[in-house]
């Protein structure tokens, strides 16, 4: 079959993806093999492909494409998790466009239309993963609220609250005014804002005189219940047992003394607003103030609030501060920078609100999880974010887990009108449970109400590598599948996510959920910025794999991606992968361009004996570097091979010559060695390239039908000889030199020169003595006890090399080369020297690594002394 001039990767993504589904190569049922298991952090049912997903799947795909070729019995479960608050606003907005409002149809109907949404508009994203090549089980695929597993979320909130860990409580939560609904700790997002310090006038009940408050938020001094002292600052010491009026609704409030006020912060006074700070309301606890809720859900003021009854939170701060200066009663404006909180989602200021809320009590099932991580039974890659994992675990606060929505799991708890609750997997067991509790068997489905909230998503989510196969209902399927091998996920969800399906994995299976955490970085755009729709330096994900093909996209992010670290990204990056593809294209048209002869020709035996031992080598490499997830080393290190050492050096080595214009055949030993190097490449290549490496792979030899590189068996590292790879080495770079100095001295690649080698050990050379004078183009090439006048010289190593390039050297350029070496080389040695003198790396790095930097030393000097003596010369 005749190849394409020019690789086109729209020519073989489509055939390749379909043939490896066809044939369900993807596929996993439990069998005898060891299960290599992974389950994809869930994509918003309303998310399509951005960046940060293409790397985390493709990295996840490397993972699961090796595992697969190294004959572990390899599933990637996929699936989208329902997101409660983005889902539920598309679809407020979709109703309202069609003139229905959420409040009109209930509930009921409300979840046929999120359904149908869901059913039309959710799950693109799995589809455009396909276009970039991912492996997943698609017969697996879940949805965090298909029936199995929102009947194990209804399951966990049961066992949870019956094991006392789960309680209903008033306190202060982050609201968010968008959407209506409570939100955790973990969905606020905090920014750096310019904002203003209001000092405000509190006048002293029965006197004329002032104290002057600042707060932030003027606006919620409508709900002021008392003002707050340090008991020893002096300055306020009067005002004990004494009343102050707040301004403009003039209620008097009490003053109260508590060392939870900071004396050097403001004017030493806070303003206690009970219903609307969290500090404030323990404040109220602790002194049992009135408590005033001051804001409807949608953050208007309400009745208790007096004034401005009706207008939005922040349209009342520009109006009361009109007020509060005509009044009076406005000291002083300040300029500050203030963080303020963000409701992750609808990226709205969140408020601080007193709500009746459901909570898991934290500490008792955090322990385990933290013991873990910390003792490294869960690995993390990179380390680094087990600090900041500790960190937030050892400060655990209790979880917020209801929401105010309609699209979710219904929290199972069922009340009596009295308001006697019932928490219970069905509303028929907490019926049985009621008429046991009263006596009274009349009690009908119709006596319970449902509480309205619903669990908040990640309360599905963390259950989720136990709920993907049904952990919960059945055993089959989880007891071989988990643990999973790896999470891939970002840095940013590592409390929301990562933590908690920790602390699940121990509760419900007394093990961790993964062996191993790998945390991808930030892909941000050139200049370091985070990727946004506003900024315009988002590319379109599918536009990027329609121009530079799948594998070009995939090679160029993950070219640049170090674990935990960000990434820069750059069009050229996936440009380089489009041309590598087309490297690798070029190879095999070369290859399969060549005529066959039966035979043997001696010649080429130490390039192919050179190429296999590197090639294990390498392979020893890249165990090391997948073993610590430094994905991006090994990608680099397979780039380098592939391009640097196979097609520039090997295929160059054992290239057939042409006589007359037309090139000789090439023997069968060697024609067969070089198709066997390149499958083999190619399969190591493949977990990150597929498309490419599957048609090569198939146009190399004749196939059955279902012999796919997807299922071939990885390459597997034996032992190698150094003194082998090091020949070929110094016969790469001794044609690499010749090379050079005819491209500096403007020679054709075609002038043949003399050359001459004075070396340590005969046999560095020898063997490859026939390819370095085809490959160097030389008229002669003998071995010289010493110095070879009228020639230049290099070094490859202690050894040197001297030319005739049979034109008249340049002494002076030869001087200053000579010199600039010497320069370049005592720089190197004053480096690693200090590196030496530093006890620290001597005491603490591996005795190998030492060794390792003082031999670069001893080397140094040796190059230096010949280079100097070289230089004397001239």
Known sequence: MSLSKHFNSKDVEEKWYQYWEDNKFF?????????????????????????GHMLNNTIQDVLIRRARMKGYNACWVPGTDHASIATEAKVVKMLREQGIKKSDIGREAFLEHAFAWKEKYGGIILKQLRKLGVSCDWERTRFTMEESLSKAVTHVFVDLYKKGKIYRGKRINHWDPAAKTSLSDQEVIYKEKPSKLYHLKYRIEGTEDYVTIATTRPETILGDTAVCFHPEDERYTHLKNKKVIV??????????????????????????????DANDFNLGKKHNLETIDIFNDDATVNEAGQLYVGMDRFKVRKQITLDLEEAGLLAQIEEITNKVGYSERTDVVVEPKLTLQWYMSMPETAKPALDAVMNDVIKFFPPKYKTTYNHWMANIRDWCISRQLWWGQQIPAFYLEDGTVFVEETIEIALEKAKEATGNNSLTIKDLKQDNDVVDTWFSSWLWPISVFDGFETKEEVDYYYPTSVLVTGWDIIFLWVARMVMAGYEWRGELPFKDVYFTGMVRDKQGRKMSKQLGNSPDALKLIEDYGADGVRMGMLLCSPAGGDLLFDDSLVDQGKKFSNKIWNALKLIKGW??????????????????????????????DYSQYRISEALKTTYSFIWNDFFSVYLEMIKPAYTDGEQAPIDSTTYEATLNFFERLMQILHPVMPFITEEVYQQLREREATDSICVSKYPKAIDFDESTIQKGEIAKEVISKFKNLRASNGLSPKHEFKAWANVTDTSLIEDFTPIIIKQGNLSLFEIAEGEVANTVSFLVGKNEFFVDLGIKIDTEAEKAKLAEEITYLEGFKSKVMKKLSNERFVNNAPEAVVNKERQKVDDADAKIALLKESLSKL
């Not at 952090?41 to 492909?49: A, E, F, I, M, S």
């Not at 001696?602 to 294990?616: G, L, V, Y």
């Open 27 to 51: 596929r996993s049922v439990p069998d005898e093999r060891e299960p290599y298991t992974i389950v994809i952090p869930p994509p918003n049912v309303t998310g399509v492909l951005h960046m």
């Open 595 to 624: 005529k066959v002869e039966e035979g043997k020709n001696e010649a080429n035996e130490p390039a192919i004996a050179w190429f296999e031992n590197k090639f294990n080598k390498v392979i020893t490499e890249l165990e090391k």
């Open 247 to 276: 301004p403009l609704i003039n209620r008097a409030v009490p003053t109260i003394f508590d060392e939870y006020v900071d004396m050097e912060f403001g004017t030493g006074a806070l303003k206690v607003t009970p219903a609307h």
